[in-house]
Every structure is written in structure tokens, then in C-alpha cells.
């Protein structure tokens, strides 16, 4: 299954000749999509106005494009200009049971998924997860008194409204052949990115988002080094469970590692055995995986800790949108 995942994303692409002939599917997919979405902008199917700004950090392909970093990022941003957000994500990986579901100090990724795990241990910010968005963002304005939600995702979740949209893309991959599932990577057409309020590429040009590997730290979280080979040695495991795995290791790679790259799917929930043999050399690991492995990697597994640097704009309209929204306009 993971090798056939894999084959299918690197055709997306690179546009392999044979995804046209999954064209027939991919019109269906598309009046789908463009059905459902009507559904929700006339009113047939109803949606729910939360009580507080409603800003959705999202992307229109398969696959990871730098949401949480982003999100990290945003919350920490608005703390810093006086604004307490709270943050609502679907919790992708995490075990069915009762829902919604408040993250705490014994949280752990099988329970509440890794990206709001990881979002919960950077910025201390009120989290929440459910499959149903509308039912993660009443939990959360029960229970915290915060004055904006930022949605992890959910952009295709049209039974929240929203008060802004912001959309990630991967200047690297770009949409790739451009076509809609299953032909392409496209989870709605490439048009959607007109209606959005902001169109982010990392790694791109006009409004981009840019990443700063920050250290390195250990898993147990008792230690954190320089993102230096000289301070740990330039040869290493890079463990990544993404959606762009080859991207953490060109990182690496740029900071003066010779990374050795182990990827396993995105989402990847890790056993012990996926560690083993890797013992002869430094792991290091995406802080996406390290929420999951830290329970038994080795001593000498660390993760790459990245800080996202948003446009100014960005954060401004964000902080405005806070202050003038008034509950239950």
C-alpha cells in the first residue's frame, strides 16, 4: 500500500502519461466537490457561524504543504500582539472514541493525532479535535475564553464558516499535473486559490513563507544542540513520516548533514521496530515524529525544531479581524 501511495503521488508530478486515463473519475470527483460546495453557499445545507473569528490555515492538494508550522507560527504571533487563539483540528490518526476531545499535559499522539499535539506543546494554545470541525470549535468556546479559532486544515470543511482562508502551497511541488483526485493531487480545483484571502507558498516568491531550522533537541527533551554536523556529526538517519519526506532531508543536508533518509507514510503511527538498526549513527526526526517515537527512541534520536516566518500582512489582518469582530456579528 505505501509503495503504491507513493508511486501515484510521484506520477501526479512528474505527470505521468496513464493518470489521463483517469480522467472519467476525476470529472466525477469534480462536479462532486462543485455540488457540495454549492449545497453550502445556498443554504441547502446549513452551517454553522461561531460566536468568535474563524481563520482556516488549509491547502487544495493531498499531502503536507508546512500547515502546522504555519499555525505555530500565527498563534504565536497573535499572543505576542495580545490575542488568545484557540485551535480546532480534525486529530488525522487518533483513535476513534468519544469526541470532541481537549488536548492536556497527558495527551499523546494516539489519542489526538501528531500535528495537534505538536501545535498544543509549542504554544501552550487551547486545542481541540474532532472529526466535525463545528463540534471541535463549540467544545472550545464552552471551555477556554478565547478571542479568535484557527482551524488546522479544513479548508474543504464548509460545514464551519469562516471569517479568512489561508492557503499553503509547496513552491517545490507546486499543484502538480493540476488535476483533481484521483487523476491529480487536487482535493478541489485550482481556481479555488482566487477565493481565498491569502495564497502562501513556501519557498516561493510575492508572499512567502520561509522556515528557520531552529536546534536540534533531544527526544526527552533534556537537551538542545546547535543545528550543527560539527556539534553532532555530519552522518545521520533522517526519519521523516510527511508528505514531502525528501524535503527534510534536503534541509539537512543544507545545514552540512549527510542524511541517510528513512521515510514511512505521512501519519505514520510508529513502533519501536521502525527505529531498529538505526542505532550506528544520530536520528534525527521531524518534531511531527518525534510526538510519536519519544516513548522509545534512543538516546541519540533528536529532532529538528522549525519555526515558521509569516508576511507582516498576514498577521496583521489576522490581529484586525480579532479586534473588530464582535461576538455573534
Known sequence: MKAAWQGLSAAWYRGAWWLWLLRPLELLFRIAVRLRRTLYQWGVV?????????????NITVGGSGK??????LVEALGERGVQAGV??????????NFPRVLGADSIAQDCGDEPLLIYRRTGAPCVVS?????????????????????DDGLQHYALDRDMEIALMDAAVGLGNRFCL???????????????????ERGGDGAPVSYRPDCLVRLDGTRE??????????????????????????TLQELGFRPSLVSFPDHHSYRAGDLAGLDDRPIIMTEKDAVKCAS?????????????????QVVEAVVTLAEHRTTGE
Open 46 to 58: 446549513k452551517t454553522y457561524r461561531a460566536p468568535r473569528p474563524v481563520v482556516v490555515v488549509g
Open 296 to 312: 522509545f527512541a534512543g538516546a541519540n534520536s533528536w529532532f529538528l525544531r522549525i519555526s515558521a516566518e509569516l508576511p507582516a
Open 68 to 73: 502546522t508550522p504555519v499555525v505555530v507560527a
Open 88 to 97: 480546532v483540528s480534525r486529530g488525522y490518526g487518533a483513535r476513534t472514541g
Open 182 to 200: 484521483p487523476a491529480g493531487p487536487l482535493r478541489e480545483p485550482a481556481r479555488r486559490l482566487e477565493s481565498v484571502d491569502f495564497s502562501l
Open 225 to 250: 544542540l546547535p543545528p550543527d554536523p560539527a556539534v553532532l556529526g555530519a552522518e545521520v538517519y533522517a526519519v521523516a513520516g510527511i508528505g514531502q519526506p525528501q524535503q527534510f532531508a534536503d
Open 131 to 151: 472529526p466535525s470541525r463545528v463540534d471541535a470549535v463549540q467544545a472550545l468556546l464552552q471551555q477556554f475564553p478565547v478571542d479568535l479559532v484557527i482551524s
